[in-house]
């Protein structure tokens, strides 16, 4: 470029910035070569600025908590609760004698001598209620004998299930109410089942063992006993359990029926598993009896309560045909305890106008009563 004039060799270098600006920008260089400017590509890429792509992932399940919907229990069969079940008889003649033991007899009241009379009912009263007539223990006998389910009230039902009895309490239906019915003296007083009965009555079983050696609380709030390491179907924040309390747990309870031990538990038999304070010989003795086994369960959602009695079965099958039971009508069960049992054994449910026992005929003495009773 010596032999370019000086306004020549300016215009060049302004087209020289111009293409070295181009190169820059582009990515491209500037050769000389000849004399001529030649613009070469080179090899370097730019640096690209790479925007982040969205991942798509699976959609997370939401567990739903809308609850599952109420079954209507009338019409539930000991096949399930889907309308379409077929409807059998069971042949009770197939049935080992002591498998299913039932009211063949009209029940008589006990008399002790100890045992306090019924505080709401007169004699005449109670007898009005009491006395099961022809008509009334037939009923019972062709419930025992059939695959139906009775509704003792709406929400209530009681039905048969080979050789165990059943109260299933739909725990969300409204119209009745759950009482803890002792007496009023010491925790070692001894009623009868009478004692528990009302006009109101709809469902009576017999709770802890005489003595009262569980925690027990009054719906009232009188606390009668407290033990730390026993079992006890309770209420707590208006929610039903089944645990071991402690006396913190105890003092906020609104009622609370002691009992052990625990035998299912998280839906699976597990005998003993809070290592309740029953002795060894006890535990061993509930474990492999096959005297009449009263239990209370609960469903895991809270929604549903059964209030069982079997006989000749061993404590673990009693919880398998409980099991099995609640799942064919689509209930889990979560948690199960035992009441005192064999000779103390009872469960009555009103029929009609009259509250019928539906095991034996002669009632026993006991220590406190579950009553579910209708609302005023």
Not at 280 to 308: G, N
């Amino acid at each position: 470029m010596k032999h370019l004039t000086r306004k020549r060799k300016m215009k060049y270098r302004e087209i020289a910035a111009i293409l070295f600006l181009f190169g820059i920008l582009t990515g491209c260089s500037l050769s000389t070569a000849g004399g001529e400017y030649l613009i070469i590509v080179t090899a370097t890429p730019r640096p690209v600025t790479v925007t982040p792509v969205a991942v798509l992932t699976t959609t997370p399940i939401i567990a739903s908590t809308v609850p599952t919907p109420t079954l209507d229990l009338s019409t539930c069969t000991v096949h399930g609760c889907d309308a379409q079940s077929p409807d059998t008889m069971v042949n009770v003649e197939a049935i080992p004698t002591g498998q299913l033991v039932w009211l063949q007899e009209f029940p008589r009241q006990t008399t002790c001598d100890d045992c306090p009379e019924n505080p709401l009912l007169s004699p005449a009263e109670l007898a009005s209620i009491t006395e099961v007539d022809p008509a009334t223990l037939s009923l019972l006998q062709t419930l025992v004998t059939s695959s139906q389910a009775y509704e003792i009230s709406p929400g209530i039902v009681y039905i048969v299930d080979h050789n165990t009895h059943h109260i299933v309490i739909d725990l969300e239906e409204p119209g009745y109410r759950f009482r803890n019915v002792i007496s009023d003296g010491n925790r070692d007083r001894l009623i009868t089942p009478s004692f528990c009965m009302s006009r109101s009555s709809l469902v009576i079983t017999n709770a802890d063992y005489h003595g009262l050696n569980g925690s027990n609380k009054t719906e009232a709030g009188r606390e009668v006993f407290f033990h730390p390491g026993w079992s006890a179907l309770f209420k707590l924040d208006n929610r039903f359990d089944i645990d071991v309390l402690d006396e913190e747990s105890y003092e906020r309870t609104e009622i609370s029926w002691g009992g052990g031990p625990i035998f299912i538990w998280d839906g699976v038999y597990h005998f003993n598993p809070k290592y309740e304070w029953f002795t060894p010989e006890s535990l061993t003795w509930y474990e492999t009896s096959q005297r009449s086994v009263p239990s209370a369960a609960l469903s895991t959602d809270r929604k549903y309560l059964m209030l069982t009695v079997s006989t000749g079965l061993t404590l673990e099958q009693h919880a398998e045909q409980l099991i099995h039971f609640g799942e064919r009508w689509g209930i889990e069960i979560e948690k199960a305890i035992r009441f005192d049992g064999d000779s103390s054994a009872y469960l009555a449910m009103r029929l009609g106008e009259k509250v019928v026992p539906v095991l034996r005929s002669t009632e026993p003495t006991i220590a406190n009563c579950l009553a579910v009773e209708k609302e005023d």
